[in-house]
């Protein structure tokens, strides 16, 4: 019995329902994996396996919810596609982990709404009104 969940934990482990991001091609405007448009998630980790990006692709477009990290395991920055698009709200981190920078975007890709600069200590630098 012993023998069987060593082997079943070992199995689990081993598998990945991701692709590792340095797989990915971009050319065209599209991202491939293995010479066809990708879609699903890709993953990025620095050597010491920590991640350092999640990034999801459909039909070979950027989409959904894209994720990068420090090598100290706080966000740099949460970003959000729609097909290639950009939209919603953007966040940028300073390492320390406070807000750098807030970006919107319409539904449309275009520029939108109130983007802030923080500094490290988390004082407005800039605001400015896109509207």
């Known amino acids: 019995m012993k023998k ?3 082997i079943l934990s070992i199995t689990l482990l081993g598998c990945k329902n991701y692709i590792d991001c340095s797989e990915i091609q971009y050319r065209d405007g599209f991202s491939y994996y293995k010479g066809s448009l ?5 993953q990025q980790y620095y050597p010491h396996d920590q991640i350092s990006s999640q990034q999801f692709y459909l039909n070979g477009k950027d989409n959904g919810q894209w994720s990068f990290y420090f090598p100290n395991g706080n966000l740099k920055t949460v970003a959000n596609f729609n097909l290639g698009t950009r939209i919603g709200t953007w966040r940028f981190y300073h390492e320390n982990g406070n807000l750098w920078k807030v970006n919107n975007y319409s539904e449309k890709g275009e ?21």
């Open 4 to 6: 069987i969940i060593i």
């Open 111 to 131: 520029k939108t709404g109130i983007w802030k600069t923080f500094s490290e200590d988390g004082k407005i630098l800039d605001s400015i009104n896109l509207k």
């Open 38 to 42: 990708f879609t699903g998630e890709c």
